[in-house]
């Protein structure tokens, strides 16, 4: 969250907007608006010319943080139908116990499949000694 | 807001400004609040509610059968093929080697042109591999290829465009013509392999995406189209490859980089391991965080994270420390039920990283003291 801010924050602080991230927007939107945007009318208004960059910057940041706003109300929305963490608890269990797992010490009913020894020598379960490679 | 009004002043942009970041922080509070309460029990609450109790191990049962040799630098990165019992690995020494995990034989070794190499993966068929680092390319291995003059394996393909190194890559499962990788310019980008181009790039400028590097992604074995990733912003995100301009969600919780991101094997859910010392658990579906991994170490610290994977079922987490340690947290009952760092023959450094074969039978941890081994259980199975 302190991340995004911060981003925003150097956004709008750079003034010469050479190599910052809102040039690329800025210098499109100066092509389309010239009529507004042309550097002398802003010098004749309230903006000199390093503001002109930097009021792209702000628009472009204010953009962002918009966007990241309809992303976080869609997200409260959803919780409101998604249920707690309880529901979620057995399948996770479940998942769990529905699949043989060579690495740990139990196992289920049925055959066992005999390439899991087969780090210790073995193919067969005959060989199943404490046997340790190195 | 359209960009085109013009009359909007300095001081009147800087006010929407302030305004929007009130009103970001005031909802992402409020999200933080509602996800809280929503938490009426984390997975260990519940699966003690139901009687499960902790896996535990006989001194013997999970053990170091395998001990790979031959790097001269510290490992960074490991693989292992679909089928057989083939890995990769990238070191420090600036090679990449693929063994025979079983036979401890070396298939190949690698020379690479750029030494700095952070990750590496194998193709899904095992005829290629993957590579990338600080030189910001993927580079292609085919490993039928015939090698050259001085015996090395031609580059048979590179990658450009990422603006930082390569964190993490992994191929697109049931294909070798895809993959994805992780960078530190804080994008993931989707590869075509053969036209070597950019398929979609996943954040970046102006999207919704990380906001620092990408350390970690992984891809869901059984939706192919869905990965996860994890940054040095502290957050995990999911993504679906078809829709690239934003996250499908984010996930908070962690309190550092998030090193590691690995799909949990029902692919619902995956897990994280971070710079704070913890693991976590997040289910995808809801977006909750369902269990916190955390116990202090030995020396009572809690060392960072570094590496993370699952046993095939999930019950097992195996998570590597930079201290050394390699904990095998029980998953259900957030117990660390083992720690192969204290073992005989174990690591005599940082696990820098893991990785599960394919069968699910042994584990493989490659670390900074240039090995890397198999482990695999060699004890009795009790019946249930």
């Excluded at chain 2, 393909?157 to 993490?168: A, E, P």
């Excluded at chain 2, 994280?272 to 995808?284: H, M």
């Excluded at chain 2, 192969?340 to 584990?363: F, T, V």
Aim: charge should be negative; hydrophobic fraction near 30%; proline fraction near 3%.
């Amino acid at each position: 969250m302190e991340d995004d801010e911060r981003q925003q924050q150097e956004e709008m602080s750079t003034e010469n907007g050479t190599t910052s991230k809102g040039t690329e927007k800025s210098n499109s939107t100066h092509n389309h608006n010239h009529n507004h945007h042309h550097p002398l009318a802003q010098a004749a208004g309230s903006c000199s010319f390093p503001g002109f960059f930097g009021k792209h910057r702000m628009q472009a940041a204010i953009s962002h943080l918009n966007n990241q706003i309809i992303i976080i109300q869609e997200e409260l929305e959803e919780l409101e139908t998604i249920g707690e963490s309880s529901t979620v608890c057995e399948n996770v269990i479940s998942s769990i116990e529905s699949i043989p797992d060579p690495l740990l010490p139990i196992r289920t009913k049925g055959p066992v499949d005999a390439t899991w020894d087969r780090w210790f020598g073995g193919g067969t379960n005959n060989s199943r000694s404490h046997k340790r490679w190195i | 807001m359209s960009l085109s009004q013009p009359k909007m002043s300095v001081a009147e942009l800087k006010e929407r400004h302030l305004a929007a970041t009130d009103t970001l922080n005031n909802l992402k509070q409020r999200l933080n609040h509602t996800r809280r309460s929503l938490l009426d029990t984390d997975l260990a609450g519940y699966a003690r509610s139901q009687g499960k109790s902790p896996v535990t191990f006989g001194p013997t049962d999970l053990v170091c059968c395998r001990t790979l040799q031959g790097h001269t630098g510290k490992v960074y990165s490991l693989d292992w093929t679909s089928e057989r019992n083939r890995i990769v690995s990238a070191s420090q020494d600036g090679r990449l080697i693929v063994w025979n995990a079983l036979t401890r034989q070396k298939i190949h070794a690698i020379k690479l042109p750029c030494a700095w190499v952070m990750a590496t993966a194998f193709s899904p068929t095992g005829q290629s591999i993957t590579c990338g680092g600080l030189d910001s390319v993927c580079s292609i291995f085919n490993l039928n290829s015939a090698t050259d003059k001085d015996g090395n394996l031609p580059v048979s393909r590179t990658l450009c465009g990422h603006k930082g190194y390569i964190s993490s890559c992994q191929y697109v499962p049931d294909e070798d013509t895809h993959l994805i990788t992780g960078s530190g310019d804080q994008t993931c980008v989707l590869w075509d392999i053969t036209t070597g181009l950019k398929t979609s790039v996943f954040g970046g400028e102006f999207q919704s995406g990380h906001t620092a590097d990408v350390l970690s992604i992984s891809i869901n074995e059984s939706n192919s189209r869905m990965f996860a990733s994890g940054s040095c912003d502290t957050t995990a995100r999911l993504w679906d490859t078809r829709m690239a301009s934003r996250a499908v969600r984010t996930f908070h919780g962690h309190e550092g980089d998030v090193n590691s991101v690995k799909l949990f094997p029902d692919g619902n859910r995956f897990g994280t391991g971070s710079e704070d010392g913890t693991c976590r658990l997040f289910d995808i579906r809801t977006g909750h965080q369902l269990q916190v991994y955390c116990q202090k170490h030995s020396d009572n610290e809690t060392p960072p994270v570094t590496s993370i994977t699952f046993s095939i079922s999930g019950r097992l987490l195996f998570a590597g420390y930079t201290n050394g340690d390699c904990y095998v947290w029980d998953t259900l009952l957030a117990k660390v039920v083992l720690n192969l760092g204290s073992l005989q023959d174990s690591h005599e450094g940082r696990i820098s990283c893991l990785g599960l074969a394919a069968d699910g039978s042994a584990l493989c941890t490659g670390s900074w003291d240039t090995n890397l081994k198999i482990w695999a259980f060699g004890g009795h199975r009790r019946m249930i």
